[in-house]
């Protein structure tokens, strides 16, 4: 093997997220180890792995077939690995295997046989698969009549899950506990559809996994189990996990540990396997198997210390476990199972709230974005350190925003991402263990240990009694000092003093993979408030700590987490000891052999002075892990620790509004006018003054969006009185909305004032859209020379006035040639890998120069290229969301290609974050308002060169006939069919573009959700159709079209782009 | 919680590690041992070899699941001499629980502490090698005693003869400290099982001998002079036989071999060994190089292999010696736990391939 092709997974979405950036990082660098040219096929610009420095070359293409196939073409790779890039890889690889591709260019599949992998995902082959070798499934039954479906249910007993055959989310499913229920709901089933699935009913089973490990030669080990806290039915992504089980004998872990070791052994399985059970007293079955790294891995790898993608890749290459290294402890191999002697608790991170109308209950498909993952030495200690991980809000499971009991017993009934609080607020209201575990199927050992936390804080709120005994009791439950203040009355700082002059502080105890047996040389560490001795010595003045970006969530994603990356290589370069603190398990910063030393820990102040007082470094770099580090810089600062880069007083003048807003001011830079206000009369006389629309943004959001653009005053009264508190203390801000302006970013990094190297890029929809879910260019496209070099003189201005050191990232509003201003982030921005990569330049790497004074003014070359970003969106994940583009944010990851112009990258980055089929030459058109249907004609025009047949919804049909464009007319939605959404569902379209006068109004949610719009754009979504809701977008997309087709797509590799 | 200042574990260098007892008030000495093992601390608690022994457990969280019914012990009670845990979990859950674990060390008189920092009490047997100790529960001082000095096998073994299972074939089980899941994993064979003391000369027994297993079992092997002088008078009679853990050991005494202690010796249930003579690369004929994940309890380890043996296994972490086999015969042993309990299933194998040499199975 020379040459190796790695396929990525693409844009980060709901169930396919950063855990693929370190998965396929760690097999680039195994497979590197062993001087194998790799290749990786990757559009997502934000990971680390698609650095130039990782893999030998990377294609910045959608990852399917056609493209695969064109790189296998003309780089002719020896081997290609599927099972590093999450499901995405993994079909893709499928279909290049069913095609015959692979065969026709001689190039090896490593690790795991295809065979084995299609038989994995292929549910009837593989059910009998494992029947055949004795491995317990759940057992089912098909029926077609209730004569039948009786039969089939006493075959496999009560209770049973019974589903209409053909039907979409569940509709007329069921759960039958006897004969009479069964023809109750088969009857109702049957009336909808032809057939009812009967399957056992695994009510309230313990969910198991296992991460499984198995060489060429046939030897396995399971590397770690992990046990769900919420039953089975609660899909895993969305369960708190627990690592490793606690409820299991050695009986139970080893029954299935065996089951795991059968199913691999008979997968041939080379490489990374995990297995899914249910587990009800000594019952048990086989629920999912996946053949290659999965989520779970990730966290498994996180949990143990065990680089589960690295020996997966090096056992792909051929290699056995006794020749693999462990990277841990570097005195022993891969062949063992590591035992823990600390407790792993993962926490789903959620942003239902930042999706419009989305359902909040969980359940069999995935919903939450990110998640942490926490270590402690008893289950209450990591369990509080995880609450506190997941949003930096809560300081408890005893936190909770409960109205009422009423709304207590709501959440305890319904999984929901409050569920854990309703069961902590129920067991404080006097609700026994057991009853909670009836209604929630949580097991006892959970909820005695949630009921121990619930009683130690009640016994304290009692006495308050400030000593040695019970605060240290308090600190091993894992109460912060802000949550022991808050009950006691007294401030997080007050806590502190009191319990460092007790000598209460936590130890640093290392992961080392097994328990303490053999001394590791690990840099992998953790406090804990269960010890007495710490495991490593201080670093001192030559370690810097850089503080990570947490748990990936909507807004905060991997490109954070490659700032702090290449923020700690550059460390490294410096000489310098780089001490990453994290506590996001699917991240690459979180890695074995990135840091000099890794804290998985929360990124809260109490945290993060634990962590430099024990180590005493030079200072914290608190600019490239986003804005939860940033917040944190104001109050380090106030406590003396050193903030490397921008003075803390400086960050907040540039985070204040008031002050930020007088600054630009004084400077004589534009911005939108905008002013705070306590009261309705206020604003009133502010928009008496500016006029309609304006963008409202309350300090204190009581449910959904935390900004609204208001086109009039019952808008605007609507969203303060329902969704914001107004008060003194919480202020509302309103600024005047600037339409049909553009937006550009400027990214650079200065140096006591004076930029070092800086970047500019041009939104492709108008300002409007969240930069974050905007199509992003660079270089800008239709910005004026001038325009540009005034972006750079109030650049220049701003970073001289704030004295900035590192990082910074403004916004601009550009109307009529006048750039407004509209933010400044003092900190690594989400563009910077983009800017990085496009300008071959990287920043984050120069920001860390500026802390040491050693940057230098870096001239750079355009690339040859253009590249642009588009956003990836999961709302076809999402019940009930709408999709459409607004003020806040709601895309899950990004993704850029380059290309030879704007079209042709534009082109091939929409295709790698949707499926575009080229031979439909169908379209749906539903354009809302006259100015959008004005606007587009040209473009219909062009569709219709193209030798595309438009479908256009009824206003639209009747403007488009009037200019002689010829369409066809469809119905609403509401209508009857054949209708708008019959089109959509039929898949008769290639994409839909559904523009609409309410685009940026985030009013009128519930009128909205029925209206037309709402349902073509959900139907669109759900069917897996591209849609376009920005008319600009949407036009530059068609313009594309009419210049390529996918034949005249390049194919050339990253380095080809730069100069 | 009120610290009960009283308790405490203090080793023979003077380290003191207080702690709250949550077992019987009572104190005793013995060798400070630790074991990494996740689950199975029933399993552990009642295995023999441990006699003598305080054992500390690494993984923090111990009583989640409490105590199952005696038939799934690996003994009649316990047998360690003290427990040492970092917390322990007083509200169990679990289906198969009849009480819960402070319940049952009260009941047999067996101190045990929680500590909280017994990493640092892991690293320090690890570094400095195991040590004598002694719990203290309530002020009260014993004298420190080496339970290595004592013939503990007379002290587990059984003391008299018993069968199990029923089959045309009998096994007769050497009690050195035997698991039980010895007895278990053999009577699941349709084997005939005879377990006799410890001192037995199983070739004056009264009844046809198919094969010998000579069980696990505490302490130094060197202290068991009477079972190594019988199983040299077995081999002489060519009786097929199998050494587990102790057994391993004693085997090799027999014949000529040595033993030697272990620094802080293997007590995990995540031993790698690797079957010896498989070759490091692949190729179609062999299989390539075989390694199989066994739990593991003994302090001491065989050094010389007797003459006509070879290596069976050996530990992939530190190459320690982990099982012999007789180049002709079948006579072979292994240093871990083929019978597992606690631990992984792995190496239940191993008894197949012995009754297969042994022609125990027949022609099958």
């Known amino acids: ?330 005195v022993t191999q891969s062949f063992f199972e590591p035992a823990l002697d600390y407790v792993v608790v993962k926490i789903p991170r959620w942003d239902l709230s930042k999706f419009t109308g989305a359902h909040e209950q969980i359940g069999s498909a995935m919903k939450s974005v990110g998640e942490v993952m926490a270590i402690g030495r008893s289950f209450e200690e990591a369990l509080q350190k995880a609450v506190r991980m997941q949003s930096g809000l809560l300081e408890s499971v005893t936190d909770n925003s409960f109205s009422n009991e009423q709304q207590v017993k709501k959440f305890l009934h319904i999984p929901t991402p409050r569920r854990l609080f309703a069961v902590a607020r129920s067991i404080k209201g006097g609700v026994s263990a057991e009853d909670i575990h009836k209604i929630t199927g949580i097991d006892l050992w959970f909820l005695y240990r949630i009921e121990n936390i619930v009683k130690t804080e009640k016994k304290f709120q009692k006495n308050k009694i400030l000593n040695k005994e019970t605060i240290l009791e308090l600190k091993q439950i894992g109460f912060s000092d802000k949550k022991i203040g808050s009950l006691s009355g007294k401030t997080e700082i007050q806590i502190r003093q009191l319990r460092k002059s007790m000598e209460i502080v936590p130890s640093v105890f290392a992961i080392d993979t097994l328990a303490g047996e053999v001394p590791a040389k690990t840099n992998y560490l953790y406090l804990t408030y269960h010890g007495a001795h710490n495991d490593v010595s201080p670093i001192g003045k030559g370690g810097i700590i850089v503080l990570g970006s947490g748990p990936y969530h909507i807004g905060s994603s991997v490109e ?500 | 919680m009120k610290k009960n200042k009283l308790s405490k574990l203090i080793l023979k260098d003077g380290t003191e590690f207080i702690g709250e007892s949550f077992g019987a008030s009572k104190s005793i000495s013995g060798e400070v041992v630790f074991a990494t093992g996740m689950t199975g601390y029933p399993e552990a608690l009642t295995d023999p070899s441990f006699q003598g022994q305080i054992l500390v457990l690494t993984y923090p969280l111990i009583g989640n699941y409490g105590v199952p019914d005696k038939k799934f012990w690996e003994s009649s009670k316990i047998q360690v001499a003290g427990l040492v845990v970092s917390s322990y979990i007083d509200t169990p859950s679990h289906h198969a629980m009849q009480m819960t674990l402070g319940q049952w060390l009260r009941k047999e008189g067996i101190p045990a502490l929680e500590i909280k920092d017994t990493r640092a009490l892991t690293q320090k047997l690890r570094d400095e090698g195991v040590t004598l100790g002694e719990i203290i529960i309530g002020g009260k001082n014993v004298p420190l005693k080496d339970p290595n000095l004592r013939n503990l096998v007379a002290e587990v073994s059984t003391k008299k003869i018993s069968s199990f299972g029923n089959g045309r074939k009998t096994i007769v089980l050497i009690d050195c400290g035997a698991k039980q899941n010895i007895v278990r994993r053999l009577v699941a064979r349709k084997l005939k099982i005879v377990v006799v003391p410890w001192n037995t000369d199983v070739t004056k027994l009264n009844f046809p001998v198919d094969a010998v297993v000579i069980s696990n079992g505490p302490g130094d092997p060197q202290k068991v002079n009477k079972t190594i002088s019988n199983i040299k008078k077995i081999i002489e009679k060519e009786i097929p036989t199998l050494g587990i853990c102790l057994g391993n050991q004693l085997l090799a005494l027999a014949l000529g071999g040595t033993t030697y202690k272990l620094k802080f010796g293997h007590r995990s249930q995540n031993q790698p060994v690797v079957l010896s003579g498989t070759p490091a690369r692949l190729n179609s004929r062999s299989g390539g190089r075989k390694c199989y994940l066994t739990t593991q309890n003994h302090g001491f380890a065989v050094k010389k292999i007797p003459k006509g043996f070879k290596e069976w296994f050996y530990n992939a972490n530190d190459n320690t010696n982990e099982g012999i086999i007789h180049e002709t015969q079948p006579f072979m042993s292994v240093q871990f736990h083929p019978e597992s309990s606690p631990g992984p299933l792995d190496t239940d194998w191993i008894f197949d391939y012995f009754f297969k040499k042994a022609k125990i199975y027949g022609t099958k």
């Not at chain 1, 290749?39 to 698609?50: R, S």
């Not at chain 1, 990453?580 to 052999?593: A, K, L, R």
């Not at chain 1, 073509?1016 to 069917?1023: G, K, Q, Y």
């Open chain 1, 1 to 330: 093997m020379k040459k190796i092709l790695v396929l990525g997974s693409g844009a980060l979405k709901i169930g396919e997220a950063g855990e693929f950036d370190y998965s396929g990082s760690q097999a680039i660098k195994a497979l590197r180890e062993e001087k194998i040219k790799v290749i990786l096929i990757n559009p997502n610009i934000a990971t680390f792995q698609t650095s130039k420095t990782l893999a030998d070359e990377v294609y910045f293409l959608p990852v399917n077939d056609y493209f695969a196939e064109k790189v296998i073409a003309r780089e002719r790779p020896d081997g290609i690995c599927l099972s590093f890039g999450g499901q995405t890889a993994l079909n893709c690889g499928l279909e290049l295997h069913r095609k015959g591709i692979l065969k026709k260019y001689n190039v090896k599949v490593l690790g795991t046989p295809v065979e084995s992998i299609t038989l994995t995902e292929d549910r009837e082959k593989f059910a009998k698969h494992l029947r055949n070798i004795g491995i317990p499934i759940p057992p089912s039954g098909v029926a077609v009549n209730i004569k039948k479906a009786k039969a089939v249910g006493r075959k496999i007993g009560f209770p049973l899950m019974v589903r209409a055959g053909f039907a979409l989310g569940g509709q007329k499913s069921g759960v039958a506990v006897n004969e009479k229920e069964l023809k109750e709901i088969v009857k109702g089933a049957l009336a909808i559809s032809p057939q009812v699935l009967i399957e056992k009913y695994l009510h309230h089973y313990k969910e198991i996994e296992y991460e499984v490990v198995r060489d060429s030669f046939g030897n396995t080990v399971t590397v770690c189990n992990m046990e769900n806290l919420d039953p089975l039915g609660i899909h895993t992504g969305d369960s708190i996990v627990v690592a490793p089980s606690q409820t299991l004998n050695n009986e139970e872990y080893h029954k299935l540990r065996e089951a795991s070791i059968k199913i691999v052994e008979s997968l041939k399985i080379v490489g990374e396997c995990n297995v899914q059970f249910a587990l009800s007293g000594s019952d048990y079955f086989v629920i999912e198997v996946n053949a290659r790294l999965s989520r779970s891995s990730a966290l498994a790898s996180k949990a143990t210390g065990y680089p589960l993608a690295f020996v997966a890749a090096k056992l792909g290459l051929g290699k056995s476990l006794l020749s693999v290294e462990n990277k841990i402890t570097k």
């Open chain 1, 560 to 1059: 954070f987490d490659w700032s702090c990356v290449y923020a700690a290589i550059a460390l490294k370069r410096r000489k310098k000891y780089s001490i990453i603190i994290n506590c996001n398990p699917e991240t690459v910063s979180t890695d074995y052999d990135i840091s000099d030393r890794l804290y998985f820990e929360n990124l809260s102040f109490e945290t993060i002075a634990d962590i430099s007082e024990f180590e005493n470094p030079f200072g914290l770099i608190v600019s490239v892990g986003g804005q939860r580090p940033n917040n944190l810089a104001k109050q380090l600062a106030l406590e003396n620790f050193h903030i490397l880069g921008t003075k803390a007083s400086d960050i907040d003048r540039a985070e204040d509004r008031n002050k930020f807003s007088a600054l630009l001011d004084k400077l004589n830079i534009l911005q939108p006018k905008w002013t705070s206000f306590t009261s309705m009369k206020q604003v009133l006389k502010f928009t008496k003054a500016e006029g309609f629309p304006v963008l409202v943004r309350p300090s204190y959001v009581l449910s959904g969006s935390a900004m609204r653009v208001c086109y009039d005053k019952k808008q605007l009264f609507n969203f303060v009185n329902k969704a914001a508190v107004l008060s003194p203390e919480f202020p509302v801000t309103i600024s005047k909305y600037v339409e049909n302006a553009k937006e550009l970013e400027f990214d650079g990094v200065a140096q006591n004032g004076v930029l070092m190297i800086y970047g500019i890029s041009e939104h492709i929809e108008n300002a409007g859209v969240h930069s974050g879910d905007a199509t992003i260019v660079y270089p800008t496209q239709r910005v004026y020379a001038s325009t540009e070099f005034q972006l750079r003189k109030i650049a220049k201005k701003i970073v001289a006035e704030l004295k900035v050191t590192g990082p910074l990232n403004i916004q601009f509003l550009v109307k009529d040639n006048r750039p407004f201003v509209i933010e400044i982030n003092l900190r690594a921005s989400r563009t910077f890998p983009l800017l990085s990569k496009a300008m071959d330049a990287n920043f984050p790497e120069v920001a860390v120069d500026s802390f040491f004074n050693k940057a230098k003014k870096l001239h750079f070359q355009y690339p040859k290229g253009v590249v642009v970003k588009s956003p990836q969106f999961s709302f076809s994940r999402l019940l009930g969301a709408d999709p459409i583009l607004r003020v806040e944010m709601s895309s899950t990851g990004e993704v850029a290609c380059f290309g030879r112009d704007y079209d042709e990258a534009l082109l091939k980055s929409i295709l790698s974050t949707n499926k575009f089929y080229f031979k439909n030459k169908n379209v749906l058109l539903s354009l809302g308002g006259n100015l959008n249907k004005a606007k587009f004609l040209d473009t219909a025009n062009t569709l219709i060169s193209l030798g595309y047949k438009i479908f256009a919804t009824n206003t639209t049909a009747e403007f488009f006939k009037n200019n002689k464009i010829k369409c066809k007319t469809v119905r609403k939605a509401f209508e009857a069919k054949p209708n708008a959404l019959n089109i959509i569902e039929g898949k008769k379209v290639a994409f839909v573009v559904n523009l609409s006068v309410e685009n940026k109004n985030g009013d009128f949610i519930k009128s909205r959700r029925d209206t037309d719009g709402f349902r073509i754009r959900r139907a669109t979504v759900d069917n897996q159709i591209p849609l376009f809701t920005d008319l600009h977008l949407a036009r530059a997309f068609i313009k594309a079209l009419s210049k390529y087709g996918i034949d005249d797509l390049e194919i050339k590799s990253y380095k080809e782009y730069l100069h």
